[in-house]
């Protein structure tokens, strides 16, 4: 499976959300249960420093498992966190047999926020 290419736009100290669709090549829902997820930024693909994670553990990434649905919510405290800047992001999700399958990756532009 190749994953989708999707590029994001987050608003410096604005909550940013994004929902999606795993369906199969009949467009049926991929069932996830029991699954988990995790979605890193980090200014480039080499880079050890991670600008921002989401998961599911600590409840910024939800899996609605019969409907195929993921939906990613970061909040404005933590995009507020963020330095303009144009970075790099993948989306990971995890089967309960340890099977690791890339589902969304690209680049994330970061906008400064005015109001303040």
């Known amino acids: 499976m190749i994953s989708g290419i999707y590029n994001m736009t987050i608003e410096q100290g604005s909550t940013y959300k994004l929902a999606l669709y795993w369906k199969n090549s009949a467009n049926n829902p991929i069932d996830m249960t029991n699954y988990t997820a995790k979605m890193q930024i ?10 921002l994670e989401a998961t599911t553990t600590s409840d910024e990434i939800v899996i ?49 926020e005015v109001t303040r």
């Open 42 to 51: 980090r200014s480039s693909t080499g880079a050890s420093v991670k600008l």
């Open 64 to 112: 609605y498992p019969l409907q195929g649905a993921i939906n990613i919510t970061i909040g404005h405290l933590q995009t507020a966190q963020l330095t303009p800047s144009v970075a790099v992001y993948d989306l990971e999700v995890s089967s309960p047999q340890g099977e690791v399958f890339k589902l969304l990756k690209g680049r994330v532009r970061i906008e400064g």
